[in-house]
C-alpha cells in the first residue's frame, strides 16, 4: 500500500518541484472530494507505491450537517494537534483543513528536522513573517494565503487549484 506522507518526508532529504507540485494536487482534490461529501479529515495521507496519494482513517473524519454546511461546527479537537489551525480549539469546519493543507505544503517543499517544522509551525501560528521558501515565490504566495490566521481570509478548497503554484 506504500507508506505515510510522513515516513516518506523523514526517509527522503530531497524534494522535486514538480513532484511536490503532483502530491499537493492529489491531495486538494482529495480533501476537496470529501468536503463536497461534507467530510473534514484531520490526517493520514498515504503514498502508494505508484506515487498515488490517498487519504485514509476516514473513520476519524468528521461529519458536516448537510443542512447547515461551514456554518455547522464541532467543538471537538481532531486531528494531529501540530496542524490545527488557530481557531481548531474553539471551532472545527473546512477551512481548518485549508490550514493543514499550507502546512502540508510547507513540508512538501522543504527538508526540515522535526525542531525546524515545529519553530516554522509555531511562528506561522503567532503571525510572524513567513522567511522560509524564498526561492520559491508562487509556493510562499500560496503557503501565505493557506495558512492566514483568520480563517475567512483562507481560499476555499475549489480556489487552491486555480493558484499560479499550479
Not at 530531497?14 to 463536497?36: E, G, P
Not at 461529519?63 to 467543538?75: F, H, L, P, Y
Not at 490545527?84 to 522543504?110: C, H, M, R, T, W
Request: charged fraction near 20%; proline fraction near 4%.
Amino acid at each position: 500500500c506504500g507508506k505515510t506522507l510522513s515516513a516518506w518526508l523523514e526517509e527522503n532529504n530531497q524534494r522535486d518541484l514538480h513532484q511536490v507540485k503532483s502530491w499537493f494536487k492529489q491531495i486538494v482534490d482529495a480533501v476537496k472530494y470529501i468536503h463536497q461529501n461534507n467530510i473534514m479529515h484531520p490526517s493520514n495521507i498515504l503514498i502508494a507505491s505508484d506515487n498515488a496519494v490517498k487519504i485514509c482513517d476516514l473513520g476519524i473524519a468528521t461529519v458536516i450537517d448537510s443542512g447547515k454546511g461551514a456554518s455547522k461546527m464541532s467543538r471537538t479537537l481532531i486531528g494531529t494537534p501540530q496542524y490545527s489551525a488557530p481557531e481548531q480549539q474553539f471551532f472545527y469546519n473546512e477551512k481548518v483543513d485549508i490550514f493543514a493543507l499550507g502546512l502540508i505544503l510547507i513540508e512538501l517543499s522543504l527538508v526540515l528536522t522535526d525542531q525546524q517544522k515545529s519553530a516554522i509551525f509555531s511562528a506561522i501560528r503567532s503571525n510572524a513573517p513567513i522567511i522560509i521558501l524564498q526561492d520559491q515565490p508562487k509556493t510562499l504566495d500560496l503557503v501565505s494565503k493557506l495558512t492566514k490566521l483568520d480563517k475567512n481570509n483562507r481560499p476555499r478548497i475549489g480556489d487552491i487549484l486555480e493558484h499560479p503554484f499550479f
